[in-house]
């Protein structure tokens, strides 16, 4: 018995299959290379063809179950192939062929061409136009324009439609009824289940209702608030900027006086006056309501109340606009913001004369509308998507806008 036969490795029998289809078994021992075995291989399947040294390393063996590419310098062993496993012979993908000098060169030009233009460019490209002095801060005040000037046509527009509304037979029970539709407004109301929760914890109730209102009726952060402050001076005062309990029962006196109908002696001035009654009253339900939050944040850095209601007032409820405006100059003053448009200026006679407008004006709920956005102008954009008051504010925006590029 020959000593190499005593000593050799364990022979593997392997099944190869080609792309082709062809499959045969070859039988080595485990201690074969792969390289090895691919010559092999490529002898079954493709005689003659190891003449070109380069046929080997343009093929690849692959493991069937595992899908591994079998590396040329390792044994079957090495490989972890086990008898009876399975192996493709596969012809390797010639590499792309590397592009000429004239097709870099094209592509090249065609990146260059479609590059954005740097700065020096534009300047080379714009060197000949005619300059103009456009300052990007003319559209940010033209908007402001806008603001402000839409504040003074909504305050003479209030008037001229107090005044056609006066002459409408059914206008003091169109204002009752839009008067009650506002003693329905959620912000007046307070949560009661959220209320009964903090009453029965033991907290009074004035004082709850004061913590849910700053707190957005959460009662853990109303508790939490009542909590912290339980041994606070001011903790009973009420918020800054509300209305206080003397208002409430001065607007209660004057509602009963709103309530009781004309009396038949003078029908036609009692009912003037009910209507100027009503629309007081709707005035005071629409009156600004400062953000209780910015009022205290502002007052504790030292400033006083009634000037910081003035400035969220002028500001929109905006705390950082508010404080830069009591740290400035104060422009637009609060009694601004009362002065309505000049009634002979084009601008006026314009909006009066659009037949949107004039139809608008005779609608309560585009005086309620009015009423609302001079003190509350963030509710601007729920009457501009009101199918009713929508239209008039749209004829409005149209209208200043061109007369202003005129």
């Given at each position: 018995v020959q000593e190499e036969k005593i000593f050799a490795g364990k022979v593997l029998r392997l099944h190869v299959c080609t792309m082709e289809g062809a499959e045969w078994l070859e039988e080595v021992p485990e201690d074969t290379t792969v390289e090895k075995l691919k010559e092999r291989c490529l002898k079954h399947c493709l005689p003659g063809s190891l003449e070109d040294p380069k046929t080997v390393t343009h093929h690849k063996l692959i493991h069937a179950t595992s899908e591994k590419v079998l590396?040329?310098?390792?044994?079957?062993?090495?490989?972890?192939?086990?008898?009876?496993?399975?192996?493709?012979?596969?012809?390797?993908?010639?590499?792309?062929?590397?592009?000429?000098?004239?097709?870099?060169?094209?592509?090249?030009?065609?990146?260059?061409?479609?590059?954005?233009?740097?700065?020096?460019?534009?300047?080379?490209?714009?060197?000949?136009?005619?300059?103009?002095?456009?300052?990007?801060?003319?559209?940010?005040?033209?908007?402001?324009?806008?603001?402000?000037?839409?504040?003074?046509?909504?305050?003479?527009?209030?008037?001229?439609?107090?005044?056609?509304?006066?002459?409408?037979?059914?206008?003091?029970?169109?204002?009752?009824?839009?008067?009650?539709?506002?003693?329905?407004?959620?912000?007046?109301?307070?949560?009661?289940?959220?209320?009964?929760?903090?009453?029965?914890?033991?907290?009074?109730?004035?004082?709850?209702?004061?913590?849910?209102?700053?707190?957005?009726?959460?009662?853990?952060?109303?508790?939490?608030?009542l909590i912290e402050h339980a041994d606070d001076p001011s903790v009973d005062a009420p918020l800054p900027g509300q209305t206080p309990a003397e208002a409430t029962a001065e607007g209660g006196a004057s509602s009963a006086e709103a309530a009781a109908g004309p009396s038949s002696e003078e029908g036609g001035e009692e009912a003037k006056d009910e209507l100027t009654e009503i629309f007081k009253k709707i005035r005071r339900k629409r009156e600004f309501r400062p953000d209780p939050r910015a009022v205290i944040a502002l007052m504790e850095m030292g400033f006083d109340e009634k000037e910081v209601v003035d400035a969220l007032r002028v500001n929109n409820n905006q705390q950082n606009a508010a404080c830069e405006w009591l740290l400035g100059d104060r422009k637009p003053s609060p009694e601004d913001l009362d002065k309505g448009i000049d009634t002979n200026s084009p601008l006026f006679q314009a909006i009066l004369e659009n037949p949107v407008v004039q139809l608008g004006l005779t609608n309560p709920k585009t005086l309620l509308a009015f009423e609302d956005m001079l003190e509350n102008p963030l509710n601007s954009t729920q009457w501009m998507n009101d199918p009713e008051t929508g239209p008039v504010m749209l004829q409005i925006s149209r209208i200043f806008q061109t007369l202003n590029r005129t």
């Open positions: 590396t040329d310098t390792k044994t079957v062993l090495e490989e972890n192939i086990q008898d009876r496993d399975v192996l493709l012979l596969i012809k390797k993908r010639a590499p792309p062929p590397l592009p000429k000098m004239a097709d870099v060169s094209a592509e090249e030009k065609r990146k260059q061409e479609q590059k954005a233009p740097d700065k020096d460019a534009i300047l080379k490209a714009t060197a000949n136009l005619p300059a103009r002095s456009v300052d990007r801060t003319v559209t940010h005040h033209n908007m402001r324009d806008f603001q402000t000037e839409l504040r003074k046509i909504l305050v003479s527009l209030i008037e001229v439609a107090q005044k056609l509304l006066a002459l409408n037979p059914d206008a003091v029970e169109l204002f009752k009824k839009a008067n009650a539709m506002l003693d329905e407004d959620e912000e007046d109301r307070v949560d009661e289940i959220a209320l009964r929760q903090l009453t029965e914890m033991g907290f009074p109730e004035s004082r709850a209702v004061k913590a849910l209102r700053l707190n957005h009726m959460s009662v853990t952060q109303a508790m939490e608030w």
